[in-house]
């Protein structure tokens, strides 16, 4: 397999010729959703979230957007070229820790991949499936609150946590002490703004005020949602070494040539286009104030922006990981 690199130069567009701007995608594929009957959430705007410690997390956690968490998974792993993770600890690792772990997509993968590990997986939702391999389970838990394993991790995994954390720092730093001696930590998660790198994705568009105001949002909510571009910073001060920070594009739509990223875009308009509501509704209501009608409305206009394959936009990701000091052998 070619080694992965992260892409920070601008990706080349398309030329679609004289076919209409607004891209006519489909959106018929769909991908069999990993998960049981939700057991315990509250409805807000029309949607279902969590109610273990409400309102902590602000993104739903109804049947939508478990499809569109696991359809953002198989995006992840073409991205990553397959690889679950950019860690050494792709390689197999003995104890592990999947955090906001959602439908339990990636834990499922990585137990089937590493029998030898034992895979945890924690959430505030029940939504995982119930057909699991014998290395993997499941716990519903508040990670904000006491961390009572006691038992280290070499491996702790979070992806796509941004905004659910009242405190980051305290978050890596929580990781730190729960792993063994050359653990590693890894954290994979967006970066606002959404950004094009020749200008057509115009500051006064849809996309680029919602992606500010979501970042707005999050901060008045005291889940901040734009740190992920200071994780390496924050790595280090929880005492991290060998910290590695890599860069990738996620495209809106089809409209780059190359046909990697040409096909990024395309999950990626499949995990976006039809998400919008979910990973507005709660931020723009709760946070600002911005009813739900004045919501749906402003993500119609976005919703246009994302299907003009003239706009070169996409959202920019960070991967992050570094590793415990020491050896690799747990503790006696």
Not at 89 to 104: E, Q, W
Not at 135 to 143: K, L, R, V, W
Not at 269 to 289: M, Q, S, V, Y
């Amino acid at each position: 397999m070619a080694e992965v690199t992260s892409d920070v130069t601008q990706i080349a567009a398309d030329d679609f010729g004289d076919v209409d701007s607004t891209l006519q995608l489909s959106l018929a594929t769909s991908l069999t959703s990993l998960r049981s009957s939700v057991q315990a959430y509250h409805e807000e705007n029309g949607r279902t979230y969590h109610a273990l410690s409400a309102g902590k997390y602000l993104f739903p956690n109804d049947d939508s957007e478990l499809d569109r968490l696991d359809i953002q998974h198989s995006l992840f792993r073409l991205t990553l070229d397959d690889r679950l993770c950019l860690s050494p600890k792709n390689d197999g690792a003995k104890r592990v820790l999947d955090v906001g772990t959602g439908t339990g997509i990636w834990a499922i993968d990585y137990a089937d991949n590493h029998p030898e590990a034992k895979v945890i997986g924690i959430d505030l939702s029940p939504v995982q499936s119930s057909f699991l391999p014998p290395n993997c389970s499941f716990e519903i838990d508040d990670i904000e609150k006491e961390w009572t394993w006691n038992e280290p991790f070499d491996f702790i995994f979070s992806r796509t946590l941004a905004g659910s954390f009242s405190d980051t720092q305290a978050f890596i730093q929580k990781a730190y002490d729960n792993l063994e001696p050359g653990g590693y930590l890894e954290m994979e998660d967006i970066a606002l703004p959404v950004t094009s790198d020749d200008g057509t994705l115009a500051e006064d568009s849809f996309l680029a005020r919602m992606s500010h105001m979501t970042t707005e949002a999050a901060e008045k909510l005291g889940r901040r949602i734009d740190l992920s571009p200071t994780y390496k910073g924050m790595f280090e001060a929880a005492g991290f070494v060998d910290v590695v920070i890599k860069r990738f594009k996620w495209p809106s739509n089809m409209w780059p040539r190359d046909k990697k990223f040409k096909e990024m875009g395309r999950w990626n308009f499949a995990n976006i286009d039809p998400g919008l509501e979910g990973l507005t509704l709660a931020l723009f209501t709760r946070g600002l104030g911005i009813s739900r009608e004045e919501t749906l409305a402003f993500c119609e206009g976005a919703r246009r922006e994302i299907r003009d394959v003239k706009i070169h936009a996409y959202w920019p990701i960070i991967v992050c990981y570094g590793r415990k000091p020491g050896n690799n052998k747990a503790p006696e």
